[in-house]
């Protein structure tokens, strides 16, 4: 069973095992528990701008591809980068 289908089946309103017990049975650490998803929508609408731009041209570069993104909207290269 996979990571995130083993977070799935962790019961949050369970009483009888909590939450840190139920981490150590699923073998799963708490802090993916309790911690909120990273990426955020503007995060992900650039990663999408960035895998199409580096699907129609997979030779650009971060400089360059910070360039044409700048164009259409804001980016630095340390995020194009990452």
Known sequence: MSKPDRRGTLDR???????R????????????????P???DNDLALMRLIDELFTAWPFLGSRR???MLK???QANRKGVQR
């Not at 017990?21 to 909120?36: E, F, H, K, T």
């Open 13 to 19: 309103a369970d009483m009888t095992l909590s939450i």
């Open 38 to 40: 990273r990426a955020s």
């Open 65 to 67: 591809m910070t360039a």
């Open 21 to 36: 017990r139920q981490c150590m049975l699923l073998s799963i650490a708490r802090s993916g528990v309790y911690r909120p």
């Open 71 to 73: 164009a259409e909207g």
